[in-house]
């Protein structure tokens, strides 16, 4: 499965911005799919993920009320809406996704098979 990230921009504080990971050449049936950010000097982090045929949605603690993953209107899409950016939203995003997660393990980049190139997000202050 191949991954495209997109959406990313520089922003100031307060604005939002939409990022989509599309898949090429399947669809997200029976996928989790998990947005994840990375800053410099940091790792990479968890951001949101949602189970594609429940469309149950999980948020790390600090993105919770502003950021909103979805289902696009096509089955290989995914979008991360992002409201009242930030500055210490900052970051690489990437979206992911794998077909035989667990639930406990959604939170973990390294369980993920499939990665996107990554799309950077700047929020100015």
């Known amino acids: 499965v191949q991954l495209q990230a997109s959406g990313g921009g520089l922003v100031q504080a307060g604005d939002s911005l939409r990022l989509s990971c599309a898949a090429s050449?399947?669809?997200?049936?029976?996928?989790?799919i998990g947005w994840f950010r990375q800053s410099p000097g940091k790792e990479r982090e968890f951001v949101a993920a949602?189970?594609?045929?429940?469309?149950?949605?999980y948020y790390t603690d600090s993105v919770k009320g502003r950021f909103t993953i979805s289902r696009g209107d096509a089955e290989n899409t995914v979008h991360l809406q992002m409201n009242s950016l930030k500055p210490e939203d900052t970051a690489v995003y990437y979206c992911?996704?794998?077909?035989?997660?667990?639930?406990?393990?959604?939170?973990?980049?390294?369980?993920?098979?499939?990665w996107g190139q990554g799309t950077l997000v700047t929020v100015s202050s």
């Open positions: 050449g399947r669809t997200f049936r029976n996928y989790y």
């Open positions: 992911a996704a794998d077909q035989h997660l667990i639930l406990s393990a959604i939170r973990t980049p390294d369980q993920y098979d499939y």
């Open positions: 949602i189970r594609w045929n429940a469309r149950h949605t």
